[in-house]
């Protein structure tokens, strides 16, 4: 029981504190609303599973042991972010409230955005990482671990549903979008910087 207890605050505390996902469900969701908000938040939850069966199957212990394979994810992951940041600090499209439906991308390529930027992400590994080895027991079944897997993916998952729903409200998306080159362009500064500092985490173990 206190090992689950730890698992779930744990849990809750990392998926509610700030980050590129944060940042990247809330463009999605003001843009183009609810439906591609969601489907990037499930993506997200989808993305954290990458993480967990790795460090289930012992390639954590490859990553940890190796700070050139972990700087090469490092990188990979900094730079999906900048990425996203530099599209977002440079977009000129105009949205307007309620005519988003010929820009805004399809539900499998917001799946896909929320999927590679938990994948890539280093914090998130970070946190799955330590949360396997400092605080679930090595007695723990496999049942018990995919279980605790399962449960980070769904509280990414509605967590992230509600960032979804919040920024896609209509009254919430007509006020951003009347300052949308604003909102785009600290979106866009906050990725590219959340992405050049992931360059400089470290591993503790």
């Not at 463009?27 to 990458?50: D, K, T």
């Not at 509605?158 to 919040?166: D, K």
Request: aromatic share 12%; proline share 4%.
């Amino acid at each position: 029981m206190n090992e689950l207890i730890a698992v779930a605050t744990i849990t809750v505390l990392a998926v509610i504190s700030p980050g590129p996902d944060f940042a990247m469900v809330t463009r999605n969701s003001y843009a183009f609303g609810s439906r591609i908000g969601l489907f990037s938040a499930l993506g997200i939850a989808c993305g954290v599973q990458v993480h967990v069966f790795y460090t289930m199957f012992g390639i954590a212990v490859l990553i940890v042991e190796s700070p050139t394979l972990f700087m090469a994810m490092k990188i990979i992951g900094a730079s999906y972010l900048i990425f996203l940041g530099y599209k977002s600090l440079t977009n000129t499209t105009k949205l307007t409230f309620g005519e988003t439906s010929n820009i805004a991308p399809s539900p499998t390529a917001a799946f896909r955005m929320g999927f590679l930027t938990n994948a890539l992400n280093p914090k998130t590994m970070l946190f799955v990482i330590s949360t396997y080895t400092q605080v679930v027991q090595p007695d723990s079944t496999l049942s018990q671990n995919f279980a605790y897997g399962i449960f980070m993916s769904a509280a990414h998952w509605v967590w992230f549903s509600i960032v979804a729903l919040f920024f896609a409200a209509p009254a919430m998306r007509k006020r951003i979008l009347e300052r949308q080159s604003i909102v785009d362009k600290g979106i866009g500064i906050a990725l590219i910087a959340l992405g050049a500092s992931l360059v400089f985490t470290k591993i503790t173990t």
